[in-house]
């Protein structure tokens, strides 16, 4: 079970508490709900506190970021709080590619459109597509929110590969150079990570997997990433000095060929988000993904990207994680849309320019709590509302949507920040 966040009375961060102790707390009228989500609580007669030194850890990833909070109590090294972040960034650049092309069907044809800019427009050091740069927004829109809610002390993240054998042996060189406490992690999960965690062959996943020669080096074949796959032991020792395409599976090579897009990504966005990190001042840990897959296997977690984040750096080597322990999930989605106005499939104006975005205190995607005590819509309804110049709502809910809600009936629970969250 996930710790409750607790701030005091000036709303400065002390430790998160137990769920119980929260219950209790609010019970007996000494705390208030400060926020939905992540859930918080104010304490409302408290100043200040005895707090443990804790940790935020991430393993940042393509399409999922995976953050933990470790607290360093007298028993050890223990995790309290753990998240998945579901990037947008595929979403950016779709949407970004529509525009462009809209933007050239406009100009293609005989309009009183403008004609493109010169090229002469200079992009910013260390600038970024915003489909990558969404992804490291996320990430540091997380840290400061946890900062503001836990007492963070420092930070660690997946980065890179230490040379750990250069510092034991500097005269270390050659082949006896590469054969080490982590050496073929590098590849093998990379490869793992490129075939999707089964066999190529045979599609079975949860067996032991051996990297696998898709041309075998007796009939010329090299030792690069791109001609080596993933085998169950049973396929490997059946194809035996077989190519892929002479084995059946002529379509192995072809894909073996793809670069992997994730890790494209990733190395896109590692240094940058690293800076940044830094930037916030906080002492920084990193760890390479062997470093990481090193200390999950050894404590026996299973593979997910939040549990990556406890294992992360020299510090993941031992921390316990509660088996009750369920993350919180988080799915980016954007606060609002820069478009003044939809378009039409020509890409002309089809509707007015964007209405004011707060309706007497409310906001489209704000989650509401409303209470009807009378009418045909009595009753009591929890959901995201769209808001209307009117005053009267509609209310989405998991069961549908209620129409004709009056402002005066709704109550904020949580405002909307970009973010859809589920337990």
């Given at each position: 079970m996930q710790r409750v966040f607790v701030v005091d009375k000036n709303q400065q961060p002390l430790m998160p508490c137990h769920g119980a102790r929260a219950r209790q707390l609010l019970k007996q009228g000494k705390a208030a709900v400060l926020r939905q989500q992540p859930f918080t609580i104010i304490l409302l007669d408290r100043e200040g506190g005895e707090t443990q030194a804790t940790q935020v850890k991430i393993d940042p990833g393509s399409k999922t970021t995976g953050i933990a909070l470790v607290a360093d109590f007298k028993r050890g090294l223990r995790c309290i709080w753990?998240?998945?972040?579901?990037?947008?960034?595929?979403?950016?650049?779709?949407?970004?590619?529509?525009?462009?092309?809209?933007?050239?069907?406009?100009?293609?044809?005989?309009?009183?459109?403008?004609?493109?800019?010169?090229?002469?427009?200079?992009?910013?050091?260390?600038?970024?597509?915003?489909?990558?740069?969404?992804?490291?927004?996320?990430?540091?829109?997380?840290?400061?929110?946890?900062?503001?809610?836990?007492?963070?002390?420092?930070?660690?993240?997946?980065?890179?590969?230490?040379?750990?054998?250069?510092?034991?042996?500097?005269?270390?060189?050659?082949?006896?150079?590469?054969?080490?406490?982590?050496?073929?992690?590098?590849?093998?999960?990379?490869?793992?990570?490129?075939?999707?965690?089964?066999?190529?062959?045979?599609?079975?996943?949860?067996?032991?997997?051996?990297?696998?020669?898709?041309?075998?080096?007796?009939?010329?074949?090299?030792?690069?990433?791109?001609?080596?796959?993933?085998?169950?032991?049973?396929?490997?020792?059946?194809?035996?000095?077989?190519?892929?395409?002479?084995?059946?599976?002529?379509?192995?090579?072809?894909?073996?060929?793809?670069?992997?897009k994730d890790a494209a990504t990733l190395n896109s966005t590692r240094w940058a988000l690293y800076e940044q990190l830094k930037a916030i001042g906080l002492p920084l840990e990193i760890g390479t993904g062997a470093r990481t897959k090193y200390n999950r296997i050894r404590q026996g977690y299973p593979k997910t990207h939040w549990l990556d984040a406890v294992c992360v750096g020299e510090s993941g080597v031992a921390v316990f994680v509660a088996e009750t322990m369920q993350p919180?999930?988080?799915?980016?989605?954007?606060?609002?849309?820069?478009?003044?106005?939809?378009?039409?499939?020509?890409?002309?104006?089809?509707?007015?320019?964007?209405?004011?975005?707060?309706?007497?205190?409310?906001?489209?995607?704000?989650?509401?709590?409303?209470?009807?005590?009378?009418?045909?819509?009595?009753g009591t309804y929890v959901g995201r509302v769209a808001v209307r110049t009117a005053g009267f709502f509609d209310i989405k809910t998991p069961t549908g949507t209620v129409q004709g809600i009056h402002y005066r009936d709704c109550c904020i629970l949580h405002h909307r920040d970009g973010y859809v969250y589920q337990a």
């Open positions: 753990a998240a998945k972040v579901q990037h947008r960034g595929q979403r950016v650049r779709d949407n970004l590619l529509k525009r462009q092309q809209l933007r050239r069907g406009r100009r293609s044809r005989t309009t009183h459109y403008r004609q493109p800019r010169f090229l002469n427009r200079r992009k910013p050091k260390g600038w970024l597509p915003p489909s990558l740069q969404s992804r490291i927004d996320n990430i540091l829109t997380w840290v400061q929110r946890l900062q503001r809610f836990a007492p963070i002390t420092r930070l660690a993240m997946e980065l890179t590969r230490f040379d750990t054998q250069k510092m034991q042996n500097p005269e270390i060189s050659g082949m006896e150079y590469q054969q080490g406490t982590l050496q073929g992690y590098e590849v093998r999960e990379y490869l793992l990570e490129k075939w999707g965690r089964h066999c190529a062959y045979c599609g079975k996943t949860d067996v032991p997997l051996e990297v696998e020669h898709i041309v075998p080096k007796t009939r010329g074949g090299s030792q690069r990433v791109s001609n080596l796959t993933i085998a169950c032991e049973p396929c490997n020792r059946e194809k035996g000095n077989l190519t892929a395409a002479e084995f059946g599976y002529p379509h192995i090579q072809a894909q073996a060929q793809k670069p992997l919180l999930s988080i799915v980016a989605t954007g606060r609002q849309s820069r478009q003044m106005c939809r378009v039409d499939r020509y890409g002309f104006p089809r509707t007015g320019t964007k209405q004011q975005r707060m309706v007497n205190g409310f906001q489209t995607g704000d989650m509401v709590k409303v209470v009807v005590t009378q009418g045909k819509k009595a």
